[in-house]
């Protein structure tokens, strides 16, 4: 199993930045890892994944304003989020695939309008 913990969330105002860091608990060197956001009401949306060689794909809503990146020596993932929008407001789980998806706890963001 892995453990994640998340970092990085908070309130910000329309065009501004946020950073979110995953730390994981082992090494991350061959596992695909990625970002999930969950807004109230609303289902669980894929935002952004980093395979193990470095290839990233993003959600439709998020190409161009946010970067997933991961620094295997401190065995974290970042999402870099710029441009932010009110609609980016959501919980934002990082997770872990290997044979199985181990998640994060969650961290919240929120953007004011």
């Known amino acids: 199993q892995v453990q994640l913990v998340e970092s990085g969330g908070g309130l910000v105002q329309a065009g501004g930045s946020l950073r979110l860091s995953c730390a994981a608990s082992?090494?991350?060197?061959?596992?695909?890892l990625g970002w999930y956001r969950q807004a109230p009401g609303k289902q669980r949306e894929l935002v952004a994944t980093i395979t193990s060689s470095g290839s990233t794909n993003y959600a439709d809503s998020v190409k161009g304003r946010f970067t997933i990146s991961r620094d295997t020596a401190k065995n974290t993932v970042y999402l870099q989020m710029n441009s932010l929008k009110p609609e980016d407001t959501a919980v934002y789980y990082c997770?872990?695939?290997?044979?199985?998806?181990?998640w994060g706890q969650g961290t919240q963001v929120t953007v004011s309008s």
């Open positions: 082992r090494s991350i060197f061959s596992i695909t």
């Open positions: 997770y872990a695939q290997r044979t199985v998806r181990d």
